[in-house]
């Protein structure tokens, strides 16, 4: 039998029975409402104002009426603290005698145990005091205010804390808040507390700096039709609620194509077994000079936005903002070592998928070639040499290989684990592999350091991130000289010459010359390609026998903008003395105030507050400039 209690009943009055099943047994706190909220905004979205304006009044009569406040006791250590230190004082004093150890491995031995004490404790005392039924702890629990790190910190122990440049402090903190420090540990603990300042200071200034790379980025990429008619999409499945508010490219479980996908659309998916589908994406959206309003799907606002909305702002601020905050929140753990440091790592691991930098922290190898995996062997500096083919492939020492002798792999498969750079995958799969790489990558980085995020604003960010090919053969495509680098998007129309259609299977090793599905222009055709375009049906494909005039290569974010076509819009890149000299020494500075950039009519006054969305302004059909009022 379940216990109830007058709180739950009260609780239960307000949420019907469907949106709290399973739920019976948890306890009612900041977790519980946040998961019902969720499925009522996901399942009833119109029954979500009612639901959650209900429980804030329960909340709000409750804190008047049941006043939680803690006692003296609370603050009393809820462990036997005494024999905890002896304990610990024991193997110092072990370590400390040992005479088979230097000074510096002394220190280290010392640090461990205080490590160690430092991360079991939070948990160890929130547990105890909830037995004794502290109200601290059940303040902590019901997620209202503080942490278990907190609560330890008050009548625990730290033990172990971190310096500005997050180097541990071989000075333990035994006592906590309510026993009164002593100096050196007063000391140790105000380090802490200033490397909690230092990173909030810090981390800010990366993410805040990250943002502003990725605006300039993807500032000019705006929704510039109402709908490009395309069968192109993502390939997805129903389990994934981030497809609320697009479209279906192609028709699925008794669906047409164009469907909206509501939840109750993907709930009806799900229920037909529908295992694949497609549905429209600012990656495969084929409009001109930016992406149409079908493509971005409903966003928000919960309708398409309109002509001129400019999404790439919007999904650069989607992927910033949540990134300073979850920096910000570091703050509060105020520098004890225990705590992970996650966000700072989270930030390290989203920046390096946008700088695509030489050396990828803990990258994984990728397939150079393809061919069958013919040798893995130990490397003499640590790690491992596989062997793909002839190709020799390193993987480095903390990573484990993931392929075995015998396999069959691509270039730019992975060999193994570890995240791969997204410039080898777009070097070898293509810009539209690339794409949604980076759009999966991003989403696996965020969600594993439980930072917000939304695929579709993902889906703007790639398009404009991964979107970069250096000529080759300039022939055919406008006034380019060989190792130009430019925007896909802008060549994407241009088929190459000696195009011709053949039978899919019969298309390995050629190179797609019309973008199908999500692959883009140049993908070469390897036999998992082929496979995919026949399991979606597509029996032809139109090819070319060799590479098209240019090959797919990843652009750091800061060097985006230096790319763009209207030359004001590389002002809010770097290297503007170099971009400048180089556009006017090929001659090709164009620039437009009326264009996608806002930059060039900001800089030259024009047509001020003229394209503003909300006017439902079509920016490409105002051509003329128009003085400022
Ligand atoms: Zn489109």
Redesign the pocket.
């Known amino acids: 039998m379940r216990t109830l209690t007058p709180g739950r009943l009260l609780f239960e009055e307000i949420v019907p029975p469907e949106f709290r099943a399973g739920t019976d047994d948890e306890p009612i706190g900041a977790e519980l409402v946040k998961k019902i909220l969720q499925s009522v905004a996901e399942q009833a979205p119109d029954q979500y104002k009612n639901i959650s304006h209900r429980l804030l009044k329960l909340g709000a009569k409750a804190s008047i009426e049941v006043p939680a406040s803690f006692t003296l006791e609370d603050l009393k250590s809820p462990i036997d603290k005494k024999s905890l230190i002896a304990e610990v004082e024991a193997k110092e004093d072990e370590i400390r005698n040992n005479k088979s150890l230097t000074p510096q491995q002394r220190t280290e031995a010392l640090i461990k145990l205080y490590a160690e004490q430092s991360a079991a404790m939070p948990e160890k005392i929130f547990q105890a005091s909830s037995a004794r039924g502290s109200n601290l702890a059940k303040m902590v629990a019901s997620g209202a205010r503080g942490n278990k790190g907190q609560l330890n910190s008050n009548i625990g122990a730290d033990w172990l804390m971190l310096d500005a440049d997050s180097r541990p402090i071989p000075v333990p903190i035994k006592n906590s808040y309510s026993d009164g420090l002593s100096p050196a540990e007063y000391y140790a603990s105000a380090y802490g507390t200033r490397r909690g300042l230092l990173s909030t200071k810090f981390s800010v200034q990366e993410a805040g700096y990250l943002s502003k790379q990725l605006a300039a980025a993807s500032h000019d990429l705006i929704v510039s039709?109402k709908?490009?008619?395309?069968d192109r999409g993502y390939p997805t499945d129903p389990s994934d609620t981030d497809n609320i508010g697009a479209v279906l490219s192609r028709p699925a479980g008794g669906f047409p194509a164009n469907t909206i996908i509501t939840s109750r659309v993907l709930k009806q998916l799900r229920d037909n077994n529908v295992k694949k589908m497609s549905v429209?994406s600012p990656l495969t959206?084929?409009?001109k000079n930016g992406?149409?309003s079908?493509?971005a799907g409903i966003k928000e606002k919960n309708r398409f936005p309109e002509i001129g909305e400019r999404v790439g702002l919007s999904a650069s601020s989607s992927v910033g903002e949540p990134l300073s905050q979850g920096t910000l929140s570091e703050k509060h753990s105020g520098g004890v070592a225990s705590s992970s440091g996650k966000a700072v790592s989270a930030f390290k691991q989203i920046d390096s998928l946008v700088q695509v930098p030489e050396v990828f922290p803990n990258g994984a190898a990728v397939s150079e070639v393809d061919g069958v995996v013919s040798r893995i062997e130990e490397a003499p500096q640590g790690g491992h040499f596989v062997y793909v083919g002839d190709k020799q492939h390193y993987v480095g020492r903390n990573i484990d290989v993931s392929v075995k002798r015998g396999d069959t792999v691509e270039a730019g498969d992975v060999l193994s684990s570890g995240v791969p750079n997204p410039y080898d995958i777009v070097k070898h799969k293509g810009i539209g592999q690339g794409r949604t790489y980076f759009v999966d990558a991003m989403r696996r980085a965020m969600k594993s350091n439980n930072i917000a995020n939304d695929r579709r604003q993902l889906e703007v960010l790639g398009r404009s991130l991964v979107n970069h090919v250096r000529v080759t053969n300039p022939e055919g495509y406008g006034s380019y000289l060989p190792d130009d680098i430019i925007e896909y998007s802008s060549i994407e129309d241009h088929t190459p010459d000696g195009a011709t259609r053949v039978p899919t299977s019969k298309a390995i090793n050629k190179y797609l010359a019309k973008p199908i599905l999500h692959y883009s222009v140049g993908t070469r055709i390897t036999p998992s390609v082929a496979r995919n375009l026949e399991e979606n049906d597509e029996k032809e494909i139109d090819i070319t026998d060799s590479s098209p005039g240019f090959e797919p290569e990843a652009q750091r974010v800061m060097d985006i903008p230096g790319h763009k076509t209207d030359w004001m819009a590389q002002l809010a890149g770097s290297n503007l003395k170099k971009r400048i000299l180089s556009d006017v020494h090929s001659g090709t500075a164009i620039s437009d105030p009326q264009g996608p950039s806002f930059i060039p009519g900001l800089a030259k006054g024009v047509g001020f507050g003229d394209l503003s969305h909300t006017q439902g302004v079509d920016p490409f059909k105002n051509t003329s400039p128009k003085p400022i009022k």
């Open positions: 039709s709908d490009c008619e395309t429209r959206c084929t409009a992406i149409c079908i493509c």
